[in-house]
């Protein structure tokens, strides 16, 4: 049974088989998402898609899944946006010992399968190191798995035309806040945001970058403004996010099937 790990009682969690429950940990972020996006947005998209893989596991008759949802991290690894107002971010050790922490207790009660929803890209690395490190200190399995399911043509389909260089804080994840409250969004005051220090390099392809980092304020406005954001929001709806948030649960399925099956 898919539930919320915060809704259960200690009688409850004791009746658990821990051994073979996933613990799904969606990994958020405070942090700016243009003019028209709020700082939450991850957080809200990481909420959103726990609530998906939940409908889309029971659409495939796993309404018996073992999987209990943790509460979001609402805070992750964001330097890029630090000067924007309002991001927050924490230091790359005091992120790892604060996952660390997590899954030291989530072990220390005889949870063996984690895995870490990563809905902000910047705690990737983290959480990669962190998977390393779990397994072979505690011999629990981390796994990590990725919120959005953009390379997916059903996905690249909601792309308005002429908007190559989507990604943080673009049309797509505007969409997606869109379809959990639109009233969260303020569409009116959105900016295209465009490559200007990496507008020449080949790692850089449309849909974001791939080989390198990126730092937010190298993405501005036709103005020359920095705004940190990928692409051009303008064209976001509620309907295209429901799109990317019900394909990308669905593209999980397979995982989270595999990870349940596991066995060291």
Known sequence: MIRNYRDLTRWEMEQVDRENTIVLIPLGALEQHGNQAPLGTDDIIAEAMSQEIKKALEAEGEEDFPMLLFPVIPVGLSTEHKNFCGSVTVRPDTYYHLLYDICVSLAHHGFKKLAFLV????????????????????????????????????????????NIWDFHGGEMETSMVMAVDESLVKLELSEAGEPTAFEKTRALKPYGPVSIGWVSEDWKTKDGSPIGIGGDPSGASAEKGRIILETSARELVPGLLDIRDWNE
Do not use: W, Y
Not at 123 to 147: H, T, Y
């Open 119 to 162: 809905c902000h890209g910047g705690n990737a690395p983290i959480a990669q190191v962190l998977s390393r490190e779990l397994r072979s200190e505690l011999g629990i399995a981390p796994f990590i798995l990725s919120s959005g399911a953009f390379g997916h043509p059903d996905v690249k389909a909601t792309i308005s035309k002429g």
